[in-house]
């Protein structure tokens, strides 16, 4: 008998990855088996995000590149999934007639029901209202493997950032019960589960529709006691409404890794005001200097955009000062990427690419100035850290992450493994990484 294959390539965010364990869950549960080739799998599934316009152009490209596998083996199923599909639904379709079916993010959970009814050549279209369909649904959920797993906790959100289209392709909040964010935490956790992330589009927006006035704080603190796992992150603050009790939680926490990724966006007020993020940088500036006493080794990074429409030479550099004050462990800065249907696309004075590039290059030399003097400080500590194998470029070293999620590499020890939980003795510091040496284990 034939063993039925698929292949999944996910791009954009966690919460992408974790849809693709859902995706892989139900397709595992009808019998198919994973392989890591596309031109060999009966199921094709293509995740899109479109964030950026840089992501979609790269998904556009790997959607069409499918159409020699289409054309050598008719009977092979091409799903394309997520936002991108949420987005541009008849697009694809138009663009890509190979393509069989077309999974908008609210339908993901169906997607075993509808390959019960398609056929392999059928065309289908599955999109429409978001609902909280699925919130708690975990039949045919992939189980989690490994030492890490992404929990989502919500999906959705509600802030409408001027510049963002994920609450048009991914609906309003809607959080998960937390009894099964918390069983999914535990049942990670009875396999040798060693951390978890906690996922939404803002967490602390967690609980608005569930009764009994549960929120984040709360949530995260029934996880820290009561889920059994050595390390808990999550992901992502927004600092409208980052506050003390969460602060107060992170503190007390056992499990509770000491990073925050807290996205800023911008050091001005006048560019945070045009991209409707309802704070200001006084209010933001406040919340570090809360985190920071209540968490003395806390690891912050986050999110800066470059070049938003309006954004003068005078309001960068504001920016610059502002990342100079609150030296970031780390920033992911991206250029400003028009997406189409959203109020930033449509407003006056948007930035010439030229300019955006020279800003963004000023801004990276700056952050990893900073990063390289915030790595330095765990030079000559021993810090503890999660095991995640083999480096991938060199066998003879193991890498892994600190509480802080910083990585650490060091010489490959005989009694290390995927999942270990060790002490590292910091020796040297680079821009984006610690090199160590592994603590001698007490025989006892």
């Given at each position: 008998m034939?063993?039925?294959?698929?292949?999944i390539?996910?791009?954009?965010?966690?919460?992408?990855?974790?849809?693709?364990?859902?995706?892989a869950?139900?397709?595992?549960s009808?019998?198919?088996?994973h392989?890591?080739?596309?031109g060999?799998?009966?199921i094709?599934?293509?995740?899109?995000?479109?964030v950026?316009?840089?992501?979609e152009?790269?998904?556009?490209?790997h959607?069409?590149a499918?159409?020699?596998?289409?054309?050598?083996?008719p009977?092979?199923?091409?799903?394309?999934?997520?936002?991108?599909?949420?987005k541009?639904?008849?697009?694809?379709?138009?663009?890509a007639?190979?393509?069989?079916?077309?999974l908008?993010?609210?339908?993901?959970?169906r997607?075993?029901?509808i390959?019960?009814?398609?056929?392999?050549?059928k065309?289908?279209?599955?999109?429409g209202?978001?609902?909280d369909?699925g919130?708690?649904?975990?039949?045919g959920?992939?189980?989690?493997?490994g030492?890490?797993?992404?929990?989502?906790?919500m999906?959705?959100?509600?802030?409408?950032?001027?510049?963002?289209i994920?609450?048009?392709?991914?609906?309003?909040?809607?959080?998960r019960?937390f009894?099964?964010?918390?069983?999914?935490?535990q049942a990670?956790?009875?396999?040798g589960?060693?951390?978890?992330?906690?996922?939404?589009?803002n967490?602390?927006?967690?609980?608005?529709?569930?009764?009994d006035?549960?929120n984040?704080?709360?949530?995260?603190?029934?996880i820290?006691r009561?889920?059994g796992?050595?390390?808990?992150?999550?992901?992502?603050s927004?600092?409208?409404d980052?506050?003390?009790?969460?602060?107060?939680v992170?503190?007390?926490?056992?499990?509770?890794?000491e990073?925050?990724?807290?996205?800023?966006?911008?050091?001005?007020?006048e560019?945070?005001?045009r991209?409707?993020r309802?704070?200001?940088?006084e209010t933001?500036r406040?919340?570090?200097?809360?985190?920071?006493?209540?968490?003395?080794?806390?690891?912050?990074?986050t999110?800066?955009i470059?070049?938003?429409?309006?954004?003068?030479?005078e309001?960068?550099e504001q920016?610059?000062?502002?990342?100079?004050?609150?030296?970031?462990?780390?920033?992911?800065?991206?250029?400003?990427?028009k997406?189409?249907?959203?109020?930033?696309a449509?407003?006056?004075?948007q930035v010439?690419?030229?300019?955006?590039?020279?800003?963004l290059?000023?801004?990276m030399?700056?952050?990893?100035?900073i990063?390289?003097a915030?790595?330095q400080?765990?030079?000559?500590k021993?810090?503890?850290?999660?095991?995640?194998g083999?480096?991938?470029t060199?066998?003879?070293?193991?890498?892994?992450?600190?509480r802080?999620?910083?990585?650490?590499l060091?010489?490959?020890?005989p009694?290390?493994?995927p999942?270990?939980?060790?002490?590292v003795q910091?020796?040297?510091?680079?821009?984006?990484?610690l090199?160590?040496?592994?603590?001698?284990?007490r025989?006892?």
């Amino acid at each position: 008998m034939k063993t039925h294959t698929y292949f999944i390539e996910s791009f954009g965010c966690q919460m992408n990855q974790s849809d693709s364990e859902r995706i892989a869950g139900q397709l595992e549960s009808m019998g198919y088996v994973h392989c890591d080739q596309h031109g060999s799998a009966d199921i094709i599934v293509i995740n899109t995000c479109c964030v950026r316009e840089s992501a979609e152009s790269r998904i556009w490209g790997h959607i069409g590149a499918l159409k020699h596998i289409k054309d050598h083996n008719p009977d092979t199923l091409i799903i394309i999934a997520g936002c991108m599909a949420q987005k541009d639904q008849q697009l694809i379709f138009r663009r890509a007639p190979h393509v069989n079916i077309v999974l908008g993010t609210q339908n993901i959970d169906r997607l075993a029901d509808i390959l019960q009814d398609a056929k392999p050549k059928k065309k289908l279209l599955e999109s429409g209202q978001f609902a909280d369909d699925g919130l708690g649904q975990e039949a045919g959920q992939k189980k989690h493997q490994g030492i890490s797993a992404w929990i989502p906790i919500m999906y959705g959100c509600d802030n409408y950032c001027s510049y963002c289209i994920v609450p048009y392709v991914r609906g309003s909040e809607r959080s998960r019960p937390f009894d099964m964010v918390l069983a999914e935490a535990q049942a990670f956790a009875r396999t040798g589960g060693q951390e978890i992330t906690l996922l939404g589009q803002n967490v602390n927006s967690y609980g608005k529709n569930l009764p009994d006035n549960w929120n984040f704080p709360r949530l995260l603190q029934k996880i820290d006691r009561e889920a059994g796992i050595p390390r808990i992150r999550f992901m992502t603050s927004h600092p409208k409404d980052f506050g003390a009790e969460l602060i107060e939680v992170m503190a007390a926490g056992k499990n509770i890794c000491e990073h925050l990724h807290l996205p800023v966006q911008s050091g001005c007020d006048e560019i945070l005001r045009r991209m409707n993020r309802h704070y200001s940088t006084e209010t933001y500036r406040r919340h570090i200097g809360q985190l920071r006493s209540a968490i003395p080794d806390i690891s912050i990074t986050t999110d800066i955009i470059v070049g938003f429409p309006g954004e003068t030479d005078e309001m960068f550099e504001q920016t610059l000062a502002f990342m100079a004050e609150i030296k970031f462990d780390a920033a992911y800065t991206f250029l400003y990427s028009k997406r189409s249907g959203t109020p930033a696309a449509t407003m006056e004075e948007q930035v010439p690419l030229a300019i955006k590039k020279s800003r963004l290059k000023r801004l990276m030399d700056l952050q990893n100035s900073i990063s390289l003097a915030a790595n330095q400080y765990w030079v000559g500590k021993s810090v503890e850290v999660l095991a995640d194998g083999p480096s991938k470029t060199d066998s003879a070293v193991y890498s892994g992450r600190t509480r802080q999620n910083k990585i650490v590499l060091w010489p490959a020890n005989p009694a290390d493994f995927p999942g270990k939980i060790r002490q590292v003795q910091i020796t040297s510091a680079q821009t984006f990484l610690l090199r160590g040496e592994a603590v001698a284990e007490r025989k006892d």
